[in-house]
């Protein structure tokens, strides 16, 4: 707490403070608290979608086999033009969303062309797909835990610091204030004795 200077003035820039700490601070309990409950959210949904990598991998393994045929153009087709996102607001943070991979449409002789080629395109695809959406899974789970650290910090703020200072501050200011109102009636007292003192020597006279 940094150096409190006892007056009226700064009494009412401390009550003042502890308002807006006192009002500010529900907002960032509650911005945590949905914070955490989007990670346990998100966090979930990336573990089923790396259950269901691991799945389809294991299943590519069951053909993989064919990828020995010589097919041209294959590894072109498995890279992606663009990949569609949009973004979802939780809490005041914006965080990306997968949609989908868009890959450029495939030519290729049907006659020439091994008979597996459409099946595990499509498979691979899917693979190249669900990287990609794990990989945002995982994007978004660091933004939000990013957001998380920093509201944290500012509960502690307020909760451990800001508010106890102020409510600190004003006690010892009304502390100062109340002991100088005191000394201000003794010395009222004193000064009114005096007074009545000397008004009761010069009628003795």
Known sequence: MGKVKFTKGELKRQRDALKQYERYLP?????????????LHQSGLLERKELELEAKYKYALT?????????????????????????????GVDVPV?????FRDVEYDLFTAPLWVDAGLKALRELVSLQ???????????????????TTQRVNLFE??????AKEAIRLIKIYIGDQMANAVGRSKIAKNKIQDNILEEAAV
């Open 132 to 150: 990609k959406e794990i990989e945002i899974l995982k994007e978004g789970i660091s933004i939000l835990r990013h957001e998380l650290r920093i």
């Open 27 to 39: 907002t960032l309990q509650l911005k945590k608290q949905q914070l955490q409950l989007e990670i």
């Open 63 to 91: 053909w993989s086999a064919f990828l020995i045929e010589d097919v041209t153009g294959l590894k072109g087709w498995l890279k992606p033009e663009e990949a569609l996102t949009s973004s979802k607001n939780v809490a």
């Open 98 to 102: 997968f949609q989908s991979l868009r």
């Open 160 to 165: 451990k610091v800001k508010i106890p200072e």
